[in-house]
């Protein structure tokens, strides 16, 4: 069910290799043995492929190729964005540089985040900008990020992509694989709900207002009653805490949000519920862990599911 970074790796093997994906599977797994499961299956994968003398430095990647930890990545990118350049000082007080790009193929987008001044420079003087094909070459993947440094290039490319994708990738995920930061969707019970609180908009341009109902832009306003609720979600890999907001909650089945008797009710009904959640994973400064912020819920539609489950 589970889109595995493992499954992309075992292909390439397999393609550059030129062994059955069943043997190649078969060799990581003794490895992991030797090593008595203190790596992990991507991390055995690689150790096969260099043992078979397989190298990926040279070869260009699809975006939705790209994996955590890879170092030495090639691949091209057509901008979709980028913020503007930010500067800041290091603890050792030395001034630096960053900017973050979009960058998209056919197959998937991704942040790439530009740290060296003479890659910014290119983006200072317009040589490179939105819109722009570029090939990298030599960055190196932190989490989902691919992060250029002073040994990495960047250049504007000749190549025309076409049909890029520009939509947010959400990729299907256990709990236990959440990194930071990440869209994601997961299948998964709740186990836990918390009272829903609420607050107050204004219903102008739906900015949080107080309890004296007085927007900064508008004044006196009327109040839109929101609500903003809490779960924790267990897929059996590990359970993360949730953040739901109003638009969430009626999909749910918290629709009764002026009567509390009702509210309590509802609350109660959702414990051991299975549904599909999608949303970003993000660090809460505050408990300082991570936290999923759901921005999508469906129903476990059975059809798929048994159709899923024939496949195996
Ligand atoms: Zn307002």
């Known amino acids: 069910m589970v889109e595995g970074n493992y499954e992309k790796i075992l292909e390439k093997i397999a393609r550059a290799s030129g062994l059955d994906r069943e043997e190649i599977d078969r060799r990581i797994e003794a490895k992991r043995a030797k090593l008595a499961g203190l790596i992990s299956r991507e991390g055995a994968a690689q150790i096969i492929a260099a043992e078979l003398g397989l190298s990926f430095d040279k070869e260009k990647l699809k975006i939705n190729e790209l994996l955590p930890g890879m170092r030495k990545v090639n ?7 980028l913020s503007p350049v930010r500067g800041f000082t290091t603890k050792k007080g030395d001034e630096g540089k960053v900017v973050n790009l979009i960058i998209a193929d056919e197959t998937s987008n991704i942040k ?25 070459g030599n960055g190196s993947m932190r989490a989902n990020e691919l992060h250029l440094g002073s040994f990495s290039e960047l250049k504007k490319s000749k190549e025309i992509l076409e049909k890029i994708m520009k939509d947010k990738v959400v990729k299907e995920k256990n709990i236990s694989d959440f990194t930071l930061p990440d869209s ?6 709740i186990v836990q709900a918390f009272e829903p609180k609420f607050f107050y908009v204004c219903s ?14 508008h004044g006196k306003i009327s109040p839109e009653k929101r609500a903003v609720m809490n779960l924790v979600i267990d897929d059996g890999t590990e359970s993360i805490r949730s953040v739901l907001f109003h638009e969430q909650l009626s999909k749910i089945g918290m629709t009764d949000l ?14 051991g519920k299975e549904m599909v959640f999608s949303g970003e994973v993000r660090i809460n400064k505050f408990f300082n862990n991570q936290e999923f912020i759901i921005d999508n819920i469906q129903e476990i539609n059975s059809d798929e599911l048994i159709a899923e489950l024939e496949k195996k």
């Open 75 to 81: 691949v091209i990118g057509q901008i979709l964005s």
């Open 258 to 271: 002026d009567n509390s008797e009702q509210l309590l009710k509802q609350k109660q009904e959702l414990l």
């Open 204 to 217: 102008e341009c739906k900015k949080k207002v107080g309890e004296d109902f007085v927007c900064g832009e």
């Open 184 to 189: 994601v969707s997961t299948r998964a019970f």
């Open 112 to 136: 790439v985040v530009l740290w060296d001044t003479n890659h910014i420079a290119l983006i200072e003087k317009g040589e490179i900008g939105e819109g722009h094909v570029v090939e990298i």
